[in-house]
């Protein structure tokens, strides 16, 4: 490592606003027989604005914090708010989240599925779906069922950055496309991006995506490793993310 | 957003509904095309057939009753533990929506396709026993026999040994059952719902945890059950000893209310079990 990175200077920014996420000593245990601790005390908060990156090694408690912070898990201990309330029905309305997993109906139409998505949350754009659904060239009317793993991940991400969310969360979304989509799916998002929402984009695949973020976060063992501007990473290393990330984490 | 919940809830629930009332309708038709084919005025073999095609379309529908009841059983089980256990339970619980709607709506919608089902099977037996009363009133030659006349004087038999044995008119007793059947059929989805709930406490295993809890719950009920029927034995044993005579009202009216009572308490609970599992113990993979 060339040099220092100040850890969670990004979350540090001096916004007078109430943060879009604020994480306070979170911590998860999953009980049973192999019992861990998944998250470990971590702290961090999310300003508006910022396309951030979370990123760290499998098993280091990536999708552990997403589903928590999403209402999906129970913490074991700590709070998180999101614009100031805790995750439930009303933080659940202005976050627009992406899992790693198909959640999609697949005895469902991809018009259903719009339909159903423009019913439940009122900052869903119909029209913004149909627009992007089009330029890929997914038919309407065919049944989720039929269509590939590849097309399936990009009528969900489509689903998803159709809505004017505060605050987006992309787990692995261009893990699974080929690299067209791919670039078709970042594109996307950022042409998507509200300047006042905040995306929280959990990957691997970090040199992708390394351009369109402002900041990361990265997680190692279950605690915040570094939260830092991606700048200030290049800058203080002299290296990409990326390969800080490898560097860090080498094998 | 409990409406549009319900709305989509349907939607999903819909087209196993369908399916099923179509194999209901399948077995009455061909039950009743069988007891239409029965005629003890034939001779012989013919006689004999007929009598073994009454056999037949008898077990035919016991079986398509028993298929209705453990099939819908199985289509409440299955789309609540893939909408909220599975993959789709990444959408089911991050809709803008409380665990309380969301349950809400599945157990309305789920308690709704049980007495469509129950509705349906009333309905066909009903249609059966119709068809059976007319045939077997024609093969005897009793042409002039109107429906009304014909329930009007079955009704009537029932009603006096009803009241004779029973301790209730017919139509009350009818009544109970429904009444007992609705209360069952509401606490059956619960308790169902909380089954497969209960077996994601199991991460490894979460459809065998489901299969254990029912069993668990099941032994659990009948437990209380049993133990609420033993003063009902006590009276029933007293009665024997005395002479007296005892109704079936006042042998085992008490035992059905404690019973009926048992199902509501225990699905409340259950409810809020559930309600418990879907919130602090939500685990999805």
Known sequence: MNGQINTNQAGMNSFSEMPLLQVNDLCKRYSGAGSYMAVYHMNFSIPRGRIIGLLGPNGCGKSTLVKMINGLLEPTSGSIFVNGMAPGAESKRIISYL????????????????????????????????????????????????????????????????????????????????????????????SNYNPKASILLSTHLISDIENVLDDVIIMKNGSLMLYSPVDAIRNDTGKSVDAYFREVFAC | MLGKLMKYEWRGMR??????????????????????????????????????????????????????????????????????????????????????????????VAILSNLLIIGAVIVSIVSLVSLGMSHFARIIGSYSYSWEAVYGMIFEEMNDQFIASVGMSFMQFMLWMLLFSVIECICGVIFIFACVSLGQLYAKHRVLGAILAYFVLTMLKNTLGYISIIPTYFRFFSAIETGAVMTMRSAFGSNMIISMLISVVLAVALYFVNLYMMTKRLNLE
Do not use: W
């Open chain 1, 99 to 190: 899992p790693e997993r198909t959640y999609l109906d697949n005895g469902m139409k991809v018009s259903q599925m719009i339909g159903y998505f423009a019913d439940f949350y009122a900052d869903f754009s119909t029209e913004r779906a149909y627009y992007m659904l089009g330029a890929l060239g997914i038919d309407l009317n065919a049944r989720l069922k039929t269509l590939s793993k590849g097309t399936k991940e990009k009528v969900q991400l489509i689903l998803v950055m159709s809505r004017d969310a505060a605050l987006y969360i992309l787990d692995e979304p261009i893990a699974g496309v080929d690299p067209a989509a791919r670039d078709y799916i970042l594109r996307t998002i950022i």
């Open chain 2, 15 to 108: 087209a196993p509904l369908i399916i099923m009332l179509f194999i209901l309708g399948g077995t009455t038709l061909l039950s009743g095309a069988l007891i239409l084919m029965i005629n003890p005025a034939y001779d012989g073999v013919i006689a004999g057939f007929s009598a073994m095609l009454a056999i037949f379309s008898f077990f035919l529908y016991y079986f398509g009753l028993i298929g209705c009841s453990i099939g819908i059983a199985l289509i409440i089980a299955i789309r609540f533990y893939r909408t909220c256990y599975t993959d789709q339970g990444y959408l089911t619980h991050t809709l803008p929506v409380t665990a309380a709607q969301t349950l809400a709506a599945k157990t309305i």
